[in-house]
């Protein structure tokens, strides 16, 4: 099925629908085809112990989205709408949940500029989606610690760009680069930042953080360049819980080889919502490979994975209130 809800300006968002999943009928001058005025989220529903259905901090996927359509000059969703698409989508494709407690229901949440229009400015019209599609594990047999190539080529977002939104343009621009990681062995990209080429972003999906061998964890700090990701903000409260130490701030590849090398970084990982959290085994850069520690899934790593994904499951109490309950 697809929700969908139309906008215009002067009439605000109107005539929400759930109907059968069909082909979005589209004039060849639709904004959207020629500049890119696109956002989007991305969130899972899965299974509960008791048998019910749960969305992982959707309020965040809200908060981020509205934030994405400032950027794009689109206008915003009200949160409550946005938060009753996803639930009217679940409830009607529920069927399509994988069963089991490893499958989910991946949940897609879009908008775009649907106004005939081929002059350059922000668009009257938006159209606002919702679809839903089943996912396996991302992990068959076991989590597995990825490569990742950092590229010497490109960047994926510059200060005052639009690399802290969720727009469809990023990703395009960041194909080439994951084509480049695979050409170069690796699973996926890491993008240094734009301007001195030197400290570490971001994956191509993913946010990263690496762990000092006094146990502390750091992450780039948000500075408009990175995708907040709430798999991210979530183990830095998940991790100051616990009484660890938590600090944003720029890590360079630098500091990354040599902490490596020393002991000074016993462990790296990357973070998302399709896998949750991944040990980084290996970085390789045009300069040459090393490994984190021997390449394996820290301790550290392996004990936020746990914990996170327990919370996400209603296996392990709560205590933040992210577990939103849908059915
Ligand atoms: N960075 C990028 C570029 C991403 O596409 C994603 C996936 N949404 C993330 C980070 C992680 O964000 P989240 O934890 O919200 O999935």
Redesign the pocket.
Known sequence: HMVTIRYADGKGWYEPRVEARAPIPMDPASAVLHYAQEIFE?LKAYTLPDGGVAMFRPDANAARFTQSAQRMAMPSLPEETFLQSLREIISIDRSWLPPGDEGSLYLRPFAYASEVFLGVRPSMEYLYLVIASPVGPYFSGGVKPVSVWVTPDYTRAAPGGTGAA?CGG?YAAGLSAQAEAIENGCDQVVYLDAVERKYID??????VFVVLDDGTLVTPPLTGT??P????DSVIKLAERAGRKVEERAISLEELRTGAASGAIREAFA???AAVITPIGTVKSADGAFTIADGGTGEITDDLRKQLVDIQRGRAEDPFGWVHRVL
């Open positions: 991305g969720k990023n971001e994956l191509g999906g993913m946010n990175i995708l990701g709430i798999t991210r973070c998302g919502t």
